[in-house]
T-cell receptor, first 112, second 113 residues
Framework: KAGVTQTPRYLIKTRGQQVTLSCSPISGHRSVSWYQQTPGQGLQFLFEYFSETQRNKGNFPGRFSGRQFSNSRSEMNVSTLELGDSALYLC???????????FGSGTRLTVV | QQQVKQSPQSLIVQKGGIPIINCAYENTAFDYFPWYQQFPGKGPALLIAIRPDVSEKKEGRFTISFNKSAKQFSLHIMDSQPGDSATYFCAAIHPNSGYALNFGKGTSLLVTP
């Protein structure tokens, strides 16, 4: 069974630009979450979607947004990029969140 | 602030040793405690998880010990192998925060041959 697919794997953007990252969850998984991973802050929760509705949001500025489509695929968008947004962005999906999440391999974003 | 504190930051053991990674939390409302393993270039993978009504859980060579009164839990890896070299994260979920994983900062484990 295919895992969680994130595209692209790598991105280089310039400060001030915006970026959109994509996530295809495991078939049948309706819960999709996003996390930011950096060496300094570790893994931090961005937001979680279920059936196209954002159920929970982490402590990130409004420049970070996301959405989920009817096929459960999700995108996250970061506007007005800052150098500090350089990170590995991970998407995770779950059939039942209490039973655990399956993570994708992430998108490595570098802001220059 | 970090809601789950993890130690040590790094650990080196010889093959066959039993590395132990510890985590502590303050919020007694947390009710689900998973451990994740991450290899370079990959996302974290769920290893094992425990709920606070259980004091110990074993899955293969991995064991979680849970001390509810001390608000601590730990991961033991029995008969560790070089292939276990990875970064390990503990996490906790609060039932009223949706299903957001609150991660520890991670422990980089190296198992030498």
């Amino acid at each position: 069974k295919a895992g969680v697919t994130q595209t692209p794997r790598y991105l280089i953007k310039t400060r001030g630009q915006q970026v959109t990252l994509s996530c295809s969850p495991i078939s049948g998984h309706r819960s999709v979450s996003w996390y930011q991973q950096t060496p300094g802050q570790g893994l931090q929760f961005l937001f979680e979607y279920f059936s196209e509705t954002q159920r929970n949001k982490g402590n990130f500025p409004g420049r970070f947004s996301g959405r989920q489509f009817s096929n459960s695929r999700s995108e996250m968008n970061v506007s007005t990029l800052e150098l500090g947004d350089s990170a590995l962005y991970l998407c995770a999906s779950s059939l039942r969140p209490r039973d655990g999440y399956t993570f994708g391999s992430g998108t490595r974003l570098t802001v220059v | 602030q970090q809601q789950v504190k993890q130690s040590p930051q790094s650990l080196i053991v010889q093959k066959g040793g039993i590395p132990i990674i510890n985590c502590a939390y303050e919020n007694t409302a947390f009710d689900y405690f998973p451990w994740y393993q991450q290899f370079p270039g990959k996302g974290p993978a769920l290893l094992i998880a425990i709920r606070p009504d259980v004091s110990e859980k074993k899955e293969g060579r991995f064991t979680i010990s849970f001390n509810k009164s001390a608000k601590q839990f730990s991961l033991h890896i029995m008969d560790s192998q070089p292939g276990d070299s990875a970064t390990y994260f503990c996490a906790a979920i609060h039932p009223n925060s949706g299903y957001a994983l609150n991660f520890g900062k991670g422990t980089s484990l190296l198992v030498t041959p």
